[in-house]
């Protein structure tokens, strides 16, 4: 990764036999320290609402937007995970903007704000790493970056038992790159030489996660970050997780050679997403559909 002036970017570099995986923090972003707050205090309000209000919002239909839905207390689904979700499109802006819970009454305001600002640093993010491999800045743009904006909004209520229970199994994200937004409550954990170490967001930092995507067009140079989510029996835990959509995936030709075959076949995202849900975001078995006889 290449550092700038006004984008600096702590990293962890854990190494395997043949490629990265990088978990890192962004400091020095840019985005104001008010328009993160005015984002994480609306998420909270949000699930602070009355029941029948969030669950005017809820659904079962994966491709409904918003869509909150829940996996505590809740019958009908079957126990999961012990969270809320609530799930927005939020770019581009004039397109969804309609379509946005109007409670809390400062939520839109801030979605706006927030969204704005966040893909500004996923494209700088994704423009510096296209330069350290050693690629045209632009090679994330276009379509690998230009569509629909997906943000989830976790919240992670306290459990009786953490031993029981999960916030989010382990899994490594589907898009091209994910900007996390922690408020700094314990749970966040990236797997580490076949083990899992805690995540402890800096104060004013964004956590970057690559995801599959990123994966496929390095051919394999950067890895996708596998990484869960604990319960705690004491303090809820709230996340603002901001993915960059994609459209056609394959590997980029300057990062294949006879000695670095493509390690997938080209797909499209749509192909990518039905996969993913399929396997329930499990990374050797999503990732055993696209694979080629190099792996």
Known sequence: MVASSSLITQRRILLNSRNLVINQQVINHGVAAEV???????????FRLPAEE???HYSTDAKKFPRFHTSVGNAEEKVLYWRDCLKLVCYPLEQFRPQWPDKPAGLR??????????????????????AGLGLEEGRFDG???????????????????????????????????????????????????GGWVDVVALPGAFV?????????????????????????ARAARTSVVLP????????????????????????????????????TGDRDAVLAHFQTKRC
């Open 54 to 56: 969030k669950m005017a």
């Open 109 to 130: 305001t801030a979605l706006e704000a927030y969204t704005t600002a966040v893909r500004a640093v996923a494209l700088r993010l994704l423009h510096l790493t296209a």
């Open 244 to 279: 960059e959509m994609g459209c056609t995936v394959a590997p980029a030709p300057e990062m294949v050679s006879d000695g670095t075959p493509p390690m997938c076949r080209p797909y499209t995202y749509d192909e990518f997403v039905g996969v993913y849900t399929s396997e």
């Open 143 to 193: 379509e690998l970056s230009g569509g629909p904006v997906l943000m989830n909004v976790n919240h992670y209520v306290p459990c009786p038992d953490p031993s029981l229970t999960m916030g989010l199994a382990p899994h490594c994200d589907p898009n091209l790159v994910t900007v996390l937004m922690d408020k700094g409550a314990a749970g966040l954990q990236a797997r580490r030489n």
């Open 208 to 232: 970057v996660n690559f995801g599959h995507q990123m994966e496929a067009i390095t051919n394999g140079c950067l890895r996708s970050g596998e990484h869960r989510v604990l319960t705690n």
């Open 36 to 46: 993160m707050s005015e984002m994480m205090s609306a998420a909270e309000e949000f």
